[in-house]
DNA sequence: TGAAATGTTGGGGCG
DNA sequence: ACGCCCCAACATTTC
């Protein structure tokens, strides 16, 4: 029986894999294959090569029940995927798109190998919309939000139910060069620091769909305003699932619709969510159109800007001990779980780039390193977003208090009780800025400033005046 | 998908 | 009754 290449890459899944679909419905042997590739592409941070591990046992799984086999490599793609070829005597390769420079440079570079002795045949899994078919009258690419997404809802509704695949024949034999889950040595040994991360979540096609089914039972209703109070259970948390592509951001769009027509009340808080999914998309937009996004800043005049180097700051932050309660609830959300609620992302980026004056590529690296969802294109152009540089940024004078934010949106406390504990005697009233509480409210609640929990590392008043001043030294025509 | 400074308005206390 | 002041509440502008 003639044999096909299914190269799995960002979309890990069975169901709604057109690239799957295809290669069941041509009716050849499928031999399906994974190729941890660190030649070619950047290195995966720590949070995500434990993800990955897990993502791959569950897609092992779910293919497994299909009847056929993932055959994992390690090592060079281009080579992999041409012996592979070669040996099997192959004549198609399905494979699903990705977006990011690198990976679709390599992509490119495979098809060249590949053509014309095997046909490779390229699917959209990742996005809800191909990045090529949305521009404006002029045919040049949107550089702001709204527009984007005027122009994504007028199109016929992306939404696919969630059809599992028909059963194919698979190629079960082992192959040569090709290894174990456990010889991909994606899970952190020495130390094993990833116990938050296995108490926190499900990787996995099935993970992905109870988040997603718990998040339209419990949260869509009260999404518009739930979603900002990081305390609160009001968001999907399917960005780690999205990312390593276990769920299809069409059938997410599918379920949301659905279950807007089972319940129309929650019309409003579905809109809403469906809104951040276009989000989504508009950063791996950007960065297809933009493929420079990653290193350089969207807004050329930014290359000039007087970033300061601390390294000593930036490691006080990443760790949680700025002395701003928010900040450093967030950064160790981050540390124990591998995520970070969103609202949160954009105090704890806003106070590196703009209270300490460090670049937005080490909040960028540190993000990369420790989130589970961490997705170069929503990384880099979020980045860029914080810091003021980004496409349809914030403008750059936008400066989060990070003491009203917390107020505002932390009111009672409770998130910087979860997530910093030597401050949780502390009253509401207080909590937020342990500095301005009295001498007794401090000693009754077990807080030392400066001995259990540190002081602010730089002060709010100051730090808004000299990023301000930053930001208007900065030289106008650089880039 | 801000915050702070500045400006405006209107109700109430008070002489 | 009236002007004056205070200031909270809201609106505007500035960063």
């Not at 992905?208 to 999404?223: I, N, P």
């Not at 379920?255 to 129309?264: F, K, L, M, R, S």
């Not at 080490?362 to 980045?383: I, R, Y």
Request: aromatic share 10%.
């Amino acid at each position: 029986m003639p044999r096909s290449l299914l190269w799995f890459r960002q979309d890990l899944r069975v169901i709604d894999n057109s690239a799957l679909d295809a290669a069941v419905n041509q009716g050849n042997a499928i031999i399906a294959v994974y190729i941890l590739d660190e030649e070619n592409l950047r290195a995966l941070g720590g949070a995500s090569r434990w993800w990955l591990h897990h993502s791959l046992a569950a897609l092992q799984a779910d293919i497994s029940g299909l009847g056929g086999t993932l055959h994992l490599f390690h090592g060079n793609s281009q080579s992999i995927l041409s012996e592979l070829c070669a040996a099997n005597d192959l004549s198609t390769v399905h494979l699903s798109r990705c977006y990011e420079p690198d990976a679709a440079a390599l992509e490119q570079r495979v098809y060249k190998v590949l053509q014309p002795a095997v046909d490779v045949h390229r699917y959209c899994g990742t996005l809800l919309f191909e990045p090529e078919s949305i521009v404006k009258d002029d045919n040049s690419p949107y550089k702001v939000f709204t527009p984007f997404y005027k122009s994504c809802l007028r199109r016929p509704s992306p939404g696919r139910a969630p059809v599992p695949p028909d059963a194919g024949n698979w190629f079960n034999d082992t192959l040569p060069g090709s290894c174990t889950l456990e010889e991909l040595n994606l899970l952190p040994v020495a130390p094993d620091w990833a116990g938050g991360l296995r108490d926190t979540w499900q990787p996995g096609g099935q993970g992905a769909h109870h988040k997603l089914q718990h998040f339209l039972a419990e949260a869509v209703a009260d999404y518009k305003t739930d979603r900002d109070i990081p305390a609160i259970d009001g968001t999907s948390q399917v960005s780690p699932h999205l990312h390593f592509g276990e769920i299809s951001p069409r059938v997410i769009w599918h379920q949301v619709e659905q279950a807007v027509q089972q319940n129309p009340d929650i019309q409003e808080g579905a809109t809403a969510y469906l809104r951040e999914l276009v989000w989504r998309d508009f950063a791996y937009y950007l960065l297809h159109h933009w493929p420079t996004l990653p290193t350089d800043p969207f807004r050329p005049e930014f290359a000039g800007f007087p970033w300061q180097d601390d390294e000593q700051l930036r490691k006080v932050w990443s760790k949680g001990q700025t002395g701003y309660p928010l900040v450093d609830a967030g950064m160790r959300q981050l540390w124990h779980t591998g995520w970070m609620h969103n609202r949160v992302r954009m105090v704890v980026a806003s106070f590196l780039v703009k209270h300490c004056l460090q670049h937005w590529k080490h909040g960028e690296a540190w993000f990369w390193d420790t989130l589970v969802d961490a997705d170069q294109a929503n990384n880099t152009a979020s980045w860029q977003w914080a810091a003021g540089c980004g496409a349809d940024a914030a403008p750059y004078f936008r400066i989060f208090n990070p003491t009203l934010q917390s107020q505002k949106f932390d009111a009672k406390g409770d998130y910087i009780r979860q997530y910093v504990p030597e401050l949780a005697a502390l009253p509401a009233k207080y909590i937020h800025e342990p500095g301005k509480a009295p001498a007794q409210v401090l000693k009754d609640a077990g807080v030392e400033l400066g001995v259990n929990y540190p002081f602010p590392v730089v002060e709010h008043k100051m730090a808004r005046e000299r990023a301000l001043a930053a930001h208007k030294a900065m030289p106008k025509n650089s880039g």
